[in-house]
C-alpha cells in the first residue's frame, strides 16, 4: 500500500474527485470541514495539526474501495473520545445519517478499551474486537486504517509508548488482518512492528534480502526470462512479480526455526497472475515441465482455499545452479483477494462471472455496501457475514481469555482435546458463559468456555467419537483407547465383528471368527487378530474398511466347508483375468488400447503392484497411472469432458527372479518422544527397506506426522513393512500417501 498523500482535507478531496469512484463528495467535504474545526487547535506529536490523521485514515479507507460512509466515519473516529466537549454521537447522527454514527460509534467503542494488565489487554481486546467485527465489518476495516496509520507515524513516539503500540500491533491487528486475509495490510503491520521492537535486527535482515538480490540479479533475470518466454510461447496473458518476501517473514523464519539466513528456503520467490483459473494449472504444468519440483512443496489452494479466502497454486521447483524458489500462481481475482481479503469484494468488480461460489457468496455483501440508499436491515448484514464470510470457524474464549478457534459446529469436547489432550481425558463437564451446558454443546463466538476436570475421571467415552466435529480430538480419544484400554478394545472390537458375521446368517466358531480376522489382519498390516480386534475397538480403523474384507474370507473358509458349489463360484470369481488386447508395458504396467505409451506413476498416490490401478491420459506426458481409489480420480472423474481419457491399466504379470522397487508413501502418527524418528529408520533399515525422503510436522499438542517415501516391491511388502513399523513404541496409527 502507498504512503500517505493526503494531509489536508483539501488533498483528500482532490484525491476522491479524481479516482474514478462513486462518492457523495459533499457529505465527504462536510465530515473532513467539521472534523478539521472539532479538532483545532490539537496536534500530533509530530507537530502537525491533528487533523492530518484522521485525513490519512479516510485516505488509506479510500485505497481499499470502501464507501462514503466508511470514508466519513474514518474522518470523524477521533472527534468523539477527543473533543466530547464540542459534540457527541447524537450531533454526529444528525449531520451524518445513522450509518455513519454507527461506525464511529465502533471506533470509539474501541479506542476506550485501554487496559493495564499486557496479556489481558490483548485477549480482551482482540475479544470486543471479534464481536465488534460482528456487528459491522467496516467497523474493522476502518480500525486497521487507523492502526496502520498510527504504526507509519510511531517513529516520533517516545519508546515506551511506541513499544507498547508495536506489541499490541503484533498480537491483535496483524492476525486480525491476516484473518481477514488483508495480506497488504497484515505484512505492512508487521514489517513496521519489527522495525520498532528490534530495529538492528530488521536492518540486518533488509540489508541481508538487499545483498542477496544484489548477488543474484543474474540467477533471477534467467528465471524470469525462462518462465516469460514459456508462457508467451503458450499463449498466456500474464504478469511477473518477482521479490514477494516481506522482511518480517524472513526475520520469523529465522527466529522462530533458529536458521541462518542461507538456510531459507524459499527466499526467492516468484509470482505469476493470469486471466483464468484454467490458466493457473495450465502455467503450473509448464513451471513443472522446465524445472524439477521439490516434492511435498506443491499445495493447491485453489481447489482448497486457506480460512480466509486465500487462493493460489504454490510450488517450489529447483532453478539454476541448484537453487530452489517458489512460484505462486494466481489470477488477477485471486490476488486482489490476496492483498485486500474481504475488502476486494468492494473493489472487485468481475468481468467474467467465474463460477466460484466465493463470488456468489460475496456479491451481494458488496451491493449491500455499495448501495447508498441504504435499506438492508443491518441485523441482517451481521447475520450473513456470521455465516457467509466466518462460516467456517467459531472463536470462543478460555476463562483465561485465550482465543481458541475452532471449526463451526464443533462441542465442547472439541474445545476441551483443543486446549490440551490432558483436559479432554480428564473432563467431567463444561460450563459456557458460567452456565453448566452439556458437553456436546456447541459454543457460539464470544461464548467463554470453561472445562470441569477431575482427577478421579475415568476417561473420554467411545460415544464422544460419534459426537466430536474436529479430527484432533477424535484422534486424542482414540490414542487414549489405544493407550489404555486394549483389552477393552479387544472386546469391543470381538462385539462388533460378531454383530457384522451374524448378519451373514451362517455359523462359526469362535476360532474361525478369529481366524477370518487373523487372515484379514495380516493382507493389510496387523500382526495378530487381537491387534485388530484392538483397532476395531478404539475406531482407528471403521469396520465398513474391512467388512468386505472379512466377508470375502468368510466366505473362502468357512462357507466353503461343507458347501463346495460355492467355493468353485468364488474361484472364478477371484481368478478372473484380464485378457487385454494392444499389450505394451512399460513399469510393469499394462495399459488397454495403448501401445508403447509412456507410463509414469502418479505422485499424489503413487501405485504399488498389487493395487487396483487406472490410467489417465495426460496432456502430452503419457499415461499417468493412480490407485483406482485416489481421491484424485475420484474428483478426475467427476469432469465429464475428460471421461474418455481415463483407460484400464493392469500389473503385468511378474515373471520369476526379477524385483523392480517403487516409491510408496506411508504416514506416520506418532506420539512424539524422543528418538522415535531414529527407531523408525532403524526398523526400516533393518528391513532393508530404503528411505527415500522423510518430512515430519506437529499434530496437536503431543504427536507427530513422519511422512516417508520408501522403495517398495508391492502391496505385501508394504504391509509387512507397515505391520513392522506399528510395533514401535509410540507409533499410533499409519496410513498409506502423505498427510498433509
Ligand atoms: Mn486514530
Not at 335 to 349: L, P, R, S
Request: charged fraction near 25%; charge should be negative; proline fraction near 3%.
Amino acid at each position: 500500500m502507498a504512503a500517505n498523500t493526503c494531509f489536508t482535507v483539501e488533498q483528500l478531496m482532490e484525491k476522491l474527485s479524481n479516482s474514478g469512484r462513486k462518492y457523495d463528495l459533499e457529505k465527504i467535504k462536510m465530515a473532513g470541514e467539521y472534523a478539521k474545526s472539532l479538532h483545532e487547535g490539537q496536534f500530533r506529536v509530530s507537530g502537525e495539526p491533528y487533523i492530518s490523521h484522521p485525513v490519512a485514515v479516510a485516505e488509506i479507507v479510500s485505497d481499499l474501495g470502501l464507501d462514503t460512509n466508511s470514508i466519513c466515519a474514518a474522518l470523524l473516529h477521533d472527534t468523539v473520545e477527543d473533543c466530547s466537549d464540542k459534540t457527541d454521537l447524537k450531533e454526529i447522527e444528525s449531520k451524518f445519517g445513522a450509518e455513519t454514527a454507527m461506525l464511529v460509534d465502533g471506533l470509539t467503542k474501541m479506542v476506550t478499551l485501554n487496559i493495564e494488565d499486557k496479556e489481558e489487554a490483548h485477549i480482551e481486546n482482540l475479544r470486543k474486537m471479534l464481536l465488534a467485527m460482528s456487528k459491522d465489518i467496516r467497523v474493522i476495516f476502518i480500525k486497521l486504517c487507523d492502526r496502520l496509520h498510527n504504526m507509519r507515524t510511531l517513529a516520533v513516539k517516545a519508546d515506551p509508548k511506541r513499544r507498547k503500540t508495536a506489541l499490541e500491533t503484533m498480537y491483535v491487528y496483524a492476525p486480525l488482518a491476516h484473518r481477514l486475509g488483508m495480506q497488504k495490510i497484515k505484512q505492512e503491520l508487521e514489517n513496521l512492528c519489527i522495525s520498532y521492537l528490534d530495529p538492528i535486527g530488521y536492518a540486518e535482515i533488509k540489508q541481508y534480502i538487499d545483498d542477496k538480490y544484489g548477488q543474484s540479479v543474474g540467477f533471477i533475470e534467467n528465471v524470469r526470462g525462462i518462465v516469460d518466454k514459456k508462457l508467451r510461447e503458450n499463449n498466456i496473458h500474464f504478469e511477473l512479480a518477482g521479490r514477494i518476501k516481506s522482511v518480517y517473514s524472513i526475520y520469523r523464519k529465522m527466529f522462530n526455526q533458529g536458521k541462518s539466513f542461507d538456510e531459507i528456503y524459499d527466499f526467492y520467490a516468484m509470482r505469476i497472475i493470469v486471466d483464468t483459473e484454467l490458466e493457473c494449472y495450465t502455467a503450473l504444468g509448464l513451471i513443472h515441465e522446465m524445472f524439477k519440483s521439490v516434492p511435498g512443496r506443491f499445495k493447491d489452494y485453489i481447489s482448497t482455499p486457506k480460512p480466509n479466502m486465500y487462493r493460489s497454486l504454490h510450488t517450489t521447483v529447483i532453478g539454476r545452479d541448484g537453487i530452489p524458489f517458489e512460484v505462486q500462481i494466481r489470477t488477477w481475482e485471486m490476488h486482489h483477494i490476496a492483498e485486500y481479503g474481504i475488502c476486494a469484494h468492494w473493489k472487485y468488480k468481475s468481468g467474467e462471472k467465474s463460477k466460484a461460489d466465493i463470488d456468489n457468496k460475496l456479491e451481494w455483501i458488496s451491493r449491500l455496501i455499495e448501495t447508498e440508499s441504504n435499506t438492508t436491515d443491518p441485523d441482517e448484514f451481521l447475520e450473513a457475514i456470521k455465516t457467509d464470510i466466518f462460516h467456517d470457524e467459531t472463536f470462543v474464549f478460555t476463562p483465561k481469555g485465550d482465543v481458541i478457534a475452532l471449526p463451526l459446529g464443533s462441542t465442547v469436547i472439541d474445545f476441551a482435546y483443543a486446549i490440551h489432550s490432558g483436559v479432554g481425558n480428564s473432563m467431567i463437564g463444561a460450563k459456557i458463559n458460567g452456565m453448566i451446558v452439556p458437553i456436546e454443546r456447541a459454543p457460539v463466538t464470544g461464548d467463554i468456555v470453561e472445562i470441569l476436570t477431575s482427577s478421579s475421571s475415568k476417561g473420554p467415552s467411545r460415544d464422544w467419537l460419534n459426537i466430536v466435529k474436529t479430527s484432533e480430538a477424535r484422534t486424542k480419544i482414540r490414542s487414549w483407547f489405544k493407550r489404555e484400554k486394549r483389552a477393552e478394545n479387544i472386546v469391543a472390537g470381538k462385539a462388533m465383528v460378531d454383530a457384522e458375521f451374524k448378519r451373514w446368517s451362517h455359523g462359526y466358531t469362535e476360532s474361525q471368527r478369529n481366524d477370518v480376522v487373523a487372515a484379514v489382519g495380516q493382507r493389510i498390516g496387523y500382526m495378530s487378530a487381537d491387534d485388530l480386534y484392538n483397532t476395531l475397538g478404539y475406531g482407528g480403523i471403521a469396520l465398513s474398511k474391512v467388512a468386505g474384507k472379512f466377508k470375502d474370507e468368510f466366505e473362502r473358509t468357512v462357507m466353503v466347508e461343507g458347501e463346495g458349489e460355492q467355493a468353485a463360484d468364488i474361484t472364478v470369481e477371484q481368478v478372473k483375468t484380464v485378457a487385454p488386447k494392444n499389450i505394451k508395458s512399460n513399469g510393469g504396467i499394462i495399459v488397454d488400447g495403448l501401445e508403447g505409451c509412456l507410463v509414469k506413476f502418479a505422485r499424489c498416490c503413487n501405485p504399488l503392484p498389487g493395487d487396483s490401478v487406472i490410467g489417465f491420459i495426460t496432456r502430452g506426458h503419457g499415461v499417468s497411472v493412480h490407485k483406482s481409489d485416489c481421491p484424485n480420480v475420484r474428483l478426475g472423474k467427476e469432469n465429464p469432458e475428460n471421461a474418455d481419457r481415463w483407460v484400464e491399466a493392469y500389473w503385468e504379470e511378474k515373471k520369476s527372479g526379477t524385483v523392480d522397487l517403487y516409491e510408496a508413501q506411508i504416514s506416520i502418527y506418532v506420539f512424539d518422544r524422543m528418538g522415535i524418528i531414529a527407531d523408525i529408520s532403524v526398523a526400516l533399515s533393518d528391513m532393508k527397506v530404503q528411505l527415500l525422503q522423510i518430512n515430519t510436522s506437529k499434530y496437536g499438542s503431543e504427536g507427530a506426522i513422519v511422512n516417508l517415501k520408501i522403495s517398495c516391491k508391492n502391496v505385501d511388502h508394504y504391509h509387512s513393512i507397515v505391520s513392522k513399523l506399528k510395533s514401535i513404541e509410540g507409533v499410533n496409527d499409519i496410513t498409506r500417501g502423505y498427510a498433509q
